[in-house]
DNA sequence: GTACATTTAGACCAAATGTACTAAATTTTT
DNA sequence: AAAAATTTAGTACATTTGGTCTAAATGTAC
């Protein structure tokens, strides 16, 4: 039965999604399946373990989605639908975002491996600036440094969006998601060109002001 | 001895910081301070209530000092003075933002607390957008709400800085915040006029290109 | 059907934690 | 100095947790 592995997986998303990582116990997790504590142990170690696999399983979600992304015509639109979707799949594994610090030290490697995956997220959005700019839709850099400190604001941003709303907004998931996905949107908006400001408009939903 | 509870205060604070608050038990503060975990249950009975009086002290001083913050002439340069004050307050207290998330879940009183003040916060950054266009140093808004936007972002960054800086930044103390305090200054910029960028350049201490 | 590997459950242990109770020590008041 | 209040320490207990060990159950290959 490779389902128990499964099953305990996706058990313990939910309840670390539910009650925060560090309040959820192994034992928790095997009595929310009704398997027994060590039945829990043979297939994973340590909570740790657990995670990894989570985390894992994200990435690998992820990526799939990267690639299954259809190439907008439009960077604008294009960037929207990326982030509509990573938003949600990150929701779906809300725990590792909400307590991402604790994670973080609890475990070394997991610290060292998120620390990689920065490195690449910083460039594609550097990538993704570069391309705005060279399609004139957005304004090129002001100082020196102007656009690497707008990547780590976009860094905090992403990193935080869902601790911040589990703090402040207590409303249903869908329209939570779709607030923060413009929220993310509206931190290009005065980096834009004429242009882009347009496309902004257009596809974002909220109408300028002349 | 009314000397003990400041030390507890003191003693509680640093092991916070250090371990964070999920790893820290009455015990260890206690063993820390070598005193009998006895005694400091009979000056804090939880954890939880010496959280909630670290929080006040905390609030305390940050009142203080707005309080004493003289005021300088430039609102540019008001509102740098403003966060470096402020962050180094709230960095000297990171346990609370780094396991915000955490503390907001296992105490209620403090949550709705927490809401409160940043209800405040928030009415505060109006006021001061408001005053900086009306100065001419801040463009108005492009679209309905784009302030209301900006508030927001600003206050995750604000509340999620430190934790962000405890993942990415091992550096020491003072560069760290003085980097993160110039990135909550850069968050302004591109809404600024072309007068308010003249003082960015000048207060902040970056160049512009052109 | 038998032998083997995998999976599951139950019992047990040591460490840590919150909590309660009692008594001693110290300070403050009278 | 005596009495009262406050502060501190020691002990003990129930709970929870991660972890180990053993044995039963289940599935798989021959």
Redesign the interface.
């Known amino acids: 039965m490779k389902k128990t592995k499964e099953r305990i997986l996706q058990g313990a998303k939910e309840l670390f999604n539910a009650q925060?990582v560090?309040?959820v116990s192994l034992r928790k997790i095997a009595a929310s399946l009704k398997i027994s504590h060590s039945n829990l142990i043979y297939h994973f170690k340590t909570k740790n373990e657990l995670i990894e696999h989570l985390h894992q399983e994200l990435l690998h979600i992820a990526k799939l989605e990267n690639q299954k992304l259809r190439q907008e015509k439009n960077r604008i639109l294009g960037l929207l639908r990326t982030m509509e979707k990573g938003f949600a799949t990150l929701w779906d594994y809300r725990f590792f975002m909400?307590?991402?610090?604790?994670i973080?030290?609890e475990n070394e490697a997991l610290?060292s491996f998120?620390?990689e995956v920065?490195t690449l997220r910083s460039k594609m959005y550097q990538e993704e600036i570069e391309c705005l700019i060279g399609e004139g839709l957005m304004r090129?850099?002001?100082?020196?440094?102007?656009y690497a400190?707008?990547i780590?604001?976009i860094?905090?941003?992403s990193?935080?969006?869902i601790?911040?709303a589990?703090?402040?907004d207590q409303g249903e998931y869908q329209r939570v998601l779709k607030e923060y996905v413009?929220?993310f949107m509206?931190?290009f908006?005065?980096?834009l060109t004429v242009k882009g400001?347009k496309d902004f408009?257009l596809y974002i939903g909220?109408?300028?002001?002349g």
Chains 1, 2 share one sequence.
């Open positions: 925060g560090a309040n909400i307590d991402l610090n604790f973080m030290k610290h998120f620390l920065e090129g850099e002001s100082y020196v440094g102007e400190q707008l780590k604001r860094r905090i941003f990193d935080y969006w601790a911040s589990q703090i402040y413009q929220l509206s931190i908006y005065p980096y400001k408009h909220v109408k300028g002001l």
